[in-house]
């Protein structure tokens, strides 16, 4: 079974990608999907624990843990240390189901993918990418998003330019949707080829 990494800076159209791959019968495990589940179950305790005041009656309040992680190195490596496990164990069930539905080809959605070290979980790395200005006028326009925000996020984020020469295909999202999808299903093809 090839495992692809999809990965891809905030902005740059990984959710859109994905779903191109969810579309051609590809299992996508949702790194970011999979966090939001253990907000509202597993992670509520241990994240109270260590960050109290950030859950209340719907799980953990991100808006909350976000202002108490973000621009603090120290809280935020005890806030992964927390949900990284958990996120890869998540992961793990992924694969055991897709290995006994003998799926031939699966996506692990990561948005951290270099970050993390989660290059040496996968066989070959997807990174979504766009323009700069592209990606700032798109981060920009979401709803409580400011350029300050956006600037400590990118801060975190290995720069688009060093995930491009990481990477074994791109999809450059800044021409539109069926372009994109033409370069997914580039990419699928590419690696079946492989996988014969």
């Not at 509202?40 to 976000?66: K, S």
């Not at 799926?103 to 989660?118: A, Q």
């Amino acid at each position: 079974m090839i495992r692809l990494g999809l990965t891809g800076s905030i902005g740059m159209g990984k959710s859109t990608t994905a779903a191109f791959f969810r579309a051609s019968g590809v299992p996508v495990h949702d790194a970011d999907a999979t966090v939001h589940a253990l907000y509202r179950g597993a992670a509520i305790a241990p994240v109270e624990a260590a960050f109290p005041g950030t859950t209340g009656p719907e799980g953990v309040d991100r808006a909350a843990l976000g202002a108490r992680v973000l621009g603090d190195a120290e809280a935020l490596k005890r806030l992964e240390a927390i949900v990284h496990p958990l996120v890869h164990e998540a992961e793990r069930a992924f694969l055991a189901k897709a290995a006994a539905e003998g799926r031939r080809i699966v996506v692990l959605d990561i948005p951290l993918l270099f970050e993390t070290g989660g290059e040496a979980r996968v066989d070959a790395i997807v990174t979504v990418t766009a323009p700069a200005e592209v990606q700032r006028a798109r981060v920009l326009a979401r709803p409580g998003m400011t350029a300050d925000k956006l600037d400590q996020i990118l801060a975190r984020q290995i720069p688009d330019a060093d995930k491009r020469r990481r990477s074994h295909f791109l999809v450059d999202t800044s021409r539109g949707l069926e372009p994109a999808h033409r370069q997914v299903e580039a990419v699928l093809r590419a690696v079946a080829a492989t996988n014969r």
